[in-house]
């Protein structure tokens, strides 16, 4: 059973950093690309980033030079580290792969 659970995430003000991990279990990770994704209430779930299973990564041109993405293959682990945090930036992050997604986790980023 593919099963991808969150961790991280809260509340900063504008400028600060925060981080969101995934610990994936029950498929082969380290085959897999894996990708984040958010979500603004009323809105549609956009694309953040993803990172292939060779380590590659691209992002949306919204988060560029600001969010990383990396992975333990052996851990079996994702994570995504956010940096100059904007409001505009507050909305539940998602992790996905292996046609599954996280639980989300809520970024909040106040003025």
């Known amino acids: 059973q593919v099963q991808l659970v969150q961790r991280g995430g809260g509340s900063v003000h504008s400028g600060g950093s925060l981080f969101v991990s995934c610990e994936a279990s029950g498929f082969n990770f380290g085959r897999y690309t894996m990708s984040w994704y958010r979500q603004v209430q009323g809105k549609e779930r956009e694309f953040v980033g993803l990172?292939?299973?060779?380590?590659?990564?691209r992002y949306a041109d919204f988060v560029k030079g600001r969010f990383t993405i990396s992975r333990d293959n052996v851990r079996g682990t994702l994570t995504l580290d956010m940096n100059d945090l904007k409001p505009e930036d507050t909305a539940v992050y998602y992790c996905r792969g292996a046609d599954s997604w996280g639980q989300g986790t809520q970024i909040t980023v106040s003025p």
């Open positions: 990172i292939t299973n060779t380590g590659s990564t």
